[in-house]
């Protein structure tokens, strides 16, 4: 019986047990991109891993089109941006936040501040949370923008209410405290506070989400 393609493809994939490999086939061949994506992950060659992420990836899966851009990245940094660009066309939301960073810190590519923003602020739009952070940030605190507390606000606003970031979402609590919306605050805060409470959030086991968590709360009760 001939074997698929993915069975030949994961045999290069040494650092994985024979019964894991069983389980990953089934389940891409299933229709399953995230294991496609998680074979690649463990896969030791590139060529290989690269075919797995571009299936993942042609089947809706954003993780599989980052993995493939940075292993063409690897060898040619313009032909690596140019597949970020393709894919963040394509909606790969974390595709254009990367594109962000780089345009934005001059990584692999010329620094362009304004084509950064429009990165990030694409990829914020679609859900993703690091640059609707990176955004308020930058306009927070002028980081190579004029400093801007309400654009700011904006941003933290869309990183709480699009993606539900713990601390977007106290940001602009914050903001609507200080600008004496005490109704608005409480709302925030509150969202925040609730966020707080997912223990199987990714960031809460570190101190400053904890914190940022408790204050939140904290001024809810407060204001309620």
């Known amino acids: 019986m001939k074997k698929s393609l993915f069975a030949l493809a994961l045999a290069a994939c040494f650092a994985l047990g024979a019964s894991e490999l069983e389980t990953l086939e089934k389940e891409c061949n299933d229709g399953d991109m995230e294991s496609c994506y998680k074979a690649g992950l463990l896969c030791e060659d590139n060529a290989t891993s690269f075919k797995l992420f571009e299936k993942a990836c042609n089947g809706g899966c954003e993780e599989g089109c980052l993995s493939a851009s940075e292993i063409i990245m690897q060898e040619d940094s313009k032909k690596g941006i140019r597949s970020l660009e393709k894919n963040c066309n394509a909606k790969c939301t974390i595709c254009c936040g990367l594109l962000g960073i780089k345009y934005s ?3 692999d590519v010329e620094k362009d501040i304004s084509k950064g923003i429009t ?17 308020a940030d ?9 400093k801007d507390e309400m654009r ?3 941003y933290d606003k869309k ?3 699009i993606t539900d970031e713990l601390a977007s979402c106290y940001n602009f609590a914050l903001f609507n405290y200080n600008s004496n919306d005490k109704n608005k ?12 409470k997912n223990k199987n ?14 204050k939140s709360c904290d001024m809810y009760e407060l204001l309620k």
């Open 185 to 196: 605050a409480a709302q925030y805060y509150k969202k925040a506070c609730d966020l707080g």
């Open 159 to 161: 990183g709480c209410d």
């Open 201 to 214: 959030s990714l960031f809460m086991n570190l101190p400053e989400f904890k914190e940022t968590w408790q």
């Open 105 to 107: 810190l001059g990584v």
């Open 119 to 135: 990165y990030y602020d694409k990829a914020c739009n679609g859900g993703e949370e690091l640059s609707c952070s990176m955004l």
């Open 138 to 146: 930058m306009y927070d605190k002028g980081k190579g923008v004029k």
């Open 152 to 154: 700011a606000a904006v």
